[in-house]
């Protein structure tokens, strides 16, 4: 314990300590000491996203993304600052199209998937069996093959045993169809029984899927409670459980499953760009964001929409010469106002009020539209040029 001479007076930390200090916290996960592990849903596809990353070393996997929430996911990679090592799906999915070859061109990383599918899936460099491991810093994912709702499912351990990534394998009171895509109830259940249960009842079992809002289960809660494999259900009861599900044929397959064996690379093989107008990236938040020094050299392309109250004008940020000041709170009576016939860059003080200004330009159709990161303080700091008038135009 601190005795009186080693008081906050005593001990005050530098500015810059502190804002290492704010950095590192930053960083590290709050819930694990050594781990970094994020849980992400797909609200079209019902679909689980899973990032894992090593908090010492910053290597990370990302597990079953869906391709059009693929802005979102590279977002919380980079903010997280991770470097990602691999994305891998659990089996190739019927149901959604994933969003592997994306991540791996915007990272480089590679595209982890069963070996087993025949013909292999196209644009893997990181086929996956039985017994593999996927490490990422000093952590791994042990690969376990857990066929039965395709041929090629897999379910990802984690080093410790702790959690265990099902796929459509185990599914939290239920289990993946197996009525399709080379599908067997009968190895579906020999899959669970023999490679799921046998982990520690306490493991944590994340499926690729909940279609009633569940997020986690255990090996010990499926063992008691799934219907369909749980209690004293054995082989027979499970097979004629899973053989009389009459589920519809699922909507996505056509689309799905042929972008899937390219693991999910577009015909024209091209990465969509949010934007067709300038280096705009997605924040985690959603929000349509620009970099301060692009704005300053492409000033005479876009229109900047200036959302502080006119007083801030008189502030020693200044403001960008011919900004066009609208203040938020008035900016949804007033979106006639803003020019059409160029891209909006939001602007306020710190980039918070103006990342709010792009939804509502974006929800009055103004599409072509971002937020500066950082705001005019950020502006400033850089040394780009600002003018000092009157506010109001
Ligand atoms: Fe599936």
């Known amino acids: ?114 070996r087993r599918y025949q013909p292999p899936v196209e644009g893997a460099d990181l086929t996956l069996d039985h017994g593999d491991r996927i490490a ?31 796929g459509d394998a185990l599914l939290i009171r239920g289990a993946g169809r197996s009525d399709f895509q080379h599908g067997s109830a009968r190895t579906l259940y020999r899959s669970i029984t023999r490679e799921i249960f046998s982990l520690p009842d306490a493991c944590l079992v994340f499926p690729a899927h909940d279609y009633s809002g569940r997020t986690v289960s255990s090996v010990a809660e499926e063992k008691t409670h799934n219907p369909r494999i749980g209690g004293a259900a054995d082989e027979r009861d499970f097979v004629e459980f899973m053989e009389n599900l009459n589920l519809p044929h699922p909507k996505q397959i056509d689309v799905a499953l042929p972008a899937n064996l390219r693991s999910g690379r577009p015909e024209d093989g091209k990465v969509p760009r949010p934007a067709d107008w300038g280096p705009v990236r997605q924040t985690y938040a959603g929000l349509l964001e620009i970099e301060p020094e692009w704005v300053a050299e492409h000033l005479p392309q876009v229109h900047v929409l200036d959302v502080r109250q006119p007083q801030e004008m008189q502030e020693s940020l200044g403001r960008i010469a011919g900004a066009q000041l609208v203040p938020l709170n008035e900016l949804k009576a007033r979106l006639g106002e803003i020019p059409k016939d160029r891209p909006v860059v939001a602007v306020c003080h710190a980039g918070m009020r103006s990342g709010q200004a792009t939804v509502i330009l974006r929800g009055g159709g103004l599409t072509r539209c971002a937020n500066m990161r950082g705001g005019m303080l950020l502006w400033s700091q850089l040394g780009l040029p600002t003018e000092r008038r009157s506010g109001g135009s």
Not at 141 to 149: F, W, Y
């Open 1 to 114: 314990m601190l005795g009186p001479a080693h008081s906050a007076a005593t001990y005050r930390i530098p500015a810059r300590c502190r804002v290492e200090w704010q950095h590192a916290r930053d960083r590290s996960p709050e819930i694990f000491p050594d781990l970094v592990f994020r849980q992400l849903f797909d609200a079209a596809s019902s679909t689980y996203t899973y990032l894992l990353g090593d908090a010492g070393t910053r290597q990370a996997v990302i597990v079953d993304t869906v391709f059009e929430q693929h802005p979102r996911d590279h977002a919380l990679v980079r903010e997280l600052d991770l470097a990602l090592v691999a994305v891998v799906d659990t089996h190739c999915h019927a149901d959604h199209v994933t969003g592997a070859w994306l991540m791996q061109q915007t990272t480089g990383c590679r595209i982890g998937v069963s």
């Open 136 to 166: 990422f810093g000093g952590r791994h994912l042990e690969v376990r093959a857990t066929p039965g709702h395709t041929e090629g499912c897999l379910t990802l351990v984690l080093d410790d045993r702790s959690m265990a990534f099902t």
